[in-house]
């Protein structure tokens, strides 16, 4: 078993909530939860216990209560969940009152800004009354084209208040991009913002605004939110409205919210499309609140008085999360700007906002570590009690580099789920060892196990990634796939009646989980499948390496791995690096991993939310074509890949 960095100690353990939750739920349903793993052991067959009990320990709040929890508990797709009753998820972000901050935004040269919990109601109210105005009701959709700012979080509020679904992109997403998302929805408002800043660069987004109205059919209002310091210019935009204008013309309404049955749809969130047009997936109102405050309470043990950070935009699903640790109490953190211009400002602003959850990418501890920061010497943090890292798997290089330079008591978390689920499949627990390289446990309520390509759940060894029973946050299909076919297919073909999700991940024998990258990215040599993930946390720790990409090419009848890296400024691949790489992977893995090519090139391809797309190179360097090309943040980056000398031989 892996080396255990961190254990809680006794009074931290028996202080989080989910230990309260074990208790309480041991006494109501008369079960012997004596631990962590009874307490999961039960969550799963037991579902109906369990998630009654997370609605009532969550303090959910419903017009009215469910006839029954589960009904068709075998079928996958096909049970639902809370059967009868009725919510509103913006009511249940909103319960709380008071002066006390429910938002703080910061961003590159933006000032500070605090929202109250009484100030961000009254600004839902009225982003709802506008809403209304504009006849925005139940089931009608509302597309967000903003960066990771307040009117971002009062526009979802509001929308859903109404019953209506959100949806939203990042302003860094190209024209076509984003139309390919919001094309397909037919939004009938849009809310967007004129511009952003990124690393000191600005950029204008209102021709983008203005190509994407010609192509939104069915569009009513589009709205303006300023992220500059002088006023939009609105001139190329007929029709379009200010942010703060169209608050101010909104009529005097009093907030309210439309309860709906627990599967309404919330959320419209989208696939990467690297590979093809984005998938459109649906989730549900119930669904979503009630795994995002499982995750948030028995898993982070957040809480009133926590103070939530994640870095995201509002194109990745970990926005939608974090919105969320409002129905927690935990005043939310926003950031909106590069995570590196300075290289620090993320810890500057743990440290200066005191921070108590913080969350960022596996890509970025592995940044910070090259940079050489010492975040635990060079800033308080005091307040500091769970890192989170997700995006893809953390290197237990990165598990040392956190546990030695940031801060030794700590609950270090690396997270896996994703926009498929709008949730997690495996995350932390603030009353389980962390073991270095591990993500910490299976996600509780979810039956998450690994499969062999005959479908036989092993433990021990790598396989596919599958869920075994159905869960509230399953989406409640796609949009525009009327029949459930394509949702079928999709995620239900491989395993009959099973989730299958898409890692290559293997179950330890103490319950912690390793994911080994995409299943469909696996490197497949000589019939044997690698994990992509075994070789990058080799080639990452190289200081002379800025990023890497793995991939295979089809040769001489099998395949080869070909390693793709970006070196630092000034630096070329010689053969002494090449083979010092080689050499490394040859020792920490097998003979297998060993690159058959290494090729520098001057940049590796990533999605806009960080995501590296082997796929998409191992198209390219095959000679087929990227259909969406602008669903990457460096678009350009593909080309180097096409017709190079070194793969031709």
């Known amino acids: 078993m892996a080396e255990v960095l961190w254990q809680p100690d006794p009074a931290r353990r028996a202080a989080t909530a989910v230990e309260r939750f074990r208790r309480e739920a041991a006494a109501r349903w008369h079960r012997d939860l004596a631990d962590w793993d009874a307490l999961y052991r039960w969550s799963v067959d037991h579902r109906e216990e369990f998630w009654a009990s997370v609605w009532d320990f969550g303090g959910v709040r419903a017009s009215r209560g469910c006839d029954q929890v589960l009904v068709d508990p075998d079928r996958m797709p096909g049970s639902r969940w809370f059967v009868g009753a009725r919510l509103n998820f913006a009511e249940n972000l909103l319960r709380r009152a008071g002066p006390e901050p429910a938002l703080i935004a910061l961003g590159e040269r933006a000032p500070r800004r605090e929202l109250s919990w009484d100030e961000l109601r009254r600004e839902v109210a009225r982003c709802a009354a506008a809403l209304a105005a504009a006849g925005v009701g139940a089931g009608d959709r509302v597309a967000g084209f903003l960066p990771n700012v307040p009117e971002t979080v009062i526009a979802m509020l509001g929308a859903a208040s109404l019953g209506a679904i959100w949806s939203s992109c990042s302003p860094d997403f190209g024209a076509q991009g984003v139309s390919d998302r919001f094309g397909q929805i037919s939004p009938k408002v849009l809310i967007a913002t004129d511009g952003y800043l990124y690393g000191g660069k600005s950029g204008d987004v209102l021709p983008t605004v203005a190509r994407l109205r010609a192509v939104l059919a069915g569009l009513v209002a589009t709205v303006i939110v300023p992220n ?63 795994q995002h405050v499982k995750e948030h309470q028995l898993h982070c043990d957040l809480g009133p008085g926590d103070r939530l950070f994640y870095y995201t935009t509002c194109g990745w699903m970990m926005w939608n999360w974090l919105a969320s640790g409002l129905a927690s109490g935990a ?38 570590e090259k940079f050489g920061l010492r975040p635990g010497a060079a800033r308080d943090l005091s307040t500091l009690r769970t890192l989170l890292s997700t995006g893809s798997p953390l ?20 997270i896996s789920g994703g926009t498929d689920i709008v949730s997690c499949f495996a995350l932390g627990s603030p009353v389980l060892p962390v073991r270095r390289g591990e993500l910490q446990c299976r996600g509780l309520g979810m039956a998450v196990a690994v499969f062999d390509d005959e479908g036989r759940e092993v433990i021990g060894r790598p396989g596919e990634l599958v869920c075994t029973k159905s869960f509230p946050s399953l989406p409640t299909g796609l949009w525009n796939d009327p029949d459930g076919s394509r949702y079928r297919a999709t995620y239900f073909e491989r395993f ?27 490197l497949n040599p000589g019939g044997v499948r690698i994990g992509t993930a075994e070789i990058y946390r080799v080639v990452d720790r190289f200081t002379e390496v800025v990023e890497s990409l793995v991939t ?31 050499q490394q992977i040859r020792r920490e893995t097998t003979p297998r991993h060993v690159p058959a090519k290494i090729v520098q090139v001057p940049a590796i391809p990533r999605t806009l939310s960080g995501k590296t797309v082997e796929l998409a190179v191992r198209r390219v360097i095959h000679g087929e074509t990227v259909e969406n090309r602008d669903a990457l943040a460096n678009p350009e980056s593909l080309d180097h890949f096409r ?7």
């Open 331 to 368: 005043t939310l953190v926003l950031y909106d700007g590069s995570a590196t211009a300075p290289r620090d400002v993320l810890w500057r602003l743990a440290d200066a906002e005191r921070v108590t959850v913080f969350g960022v990418s596996a890509r970025y501890l592995a940044a910070c």
């Open 552 to 582: 295979v090419q089809r040769w001489a009848g099998d395949e080869r791995i070909v390693l793709f890296v970006h070196l630092r400024d000034g630096l070329d691949l010689d053969d002494p690096l090449g083979e010092r790489i080689r």
């Open 496 to 522: 009959p009646g099973v989730w299958h999700h898409g890692d290559w991940a293997e179950v330890r024998p103490g319950g912690g989980l390793l994911i080994h990258g995409r299943s469909d990215a696996t």
């Open 228 to 290: 500059h310091p002088a006023p939009p210019d609105l001139a190329g935009l007929p029709g379009a409205v200010a942010w703060r204008d169209w608050l101010d013309a909104a009529p005097d309404r009093p907030l309210a919210f439309h309860q709906a049955p627990f599967d309404h749809p919330l959320f419209i969130l989208f696939s990467s499309g690297t590979t093809g047009l984005p998938k459109c997936l649906v989730h549900g109102a119930g669904g979503t609140l009630l």
């Open 395 to 414: 290197a237990p290089a990165s598990f040392d580099w956190v546990y030695r330079e940031v801060k030794s008591d700590l609950q270090l978390s690396s």
């Open 643 to 649: 017709d190079l000398d070194e793969l031709r031989h």
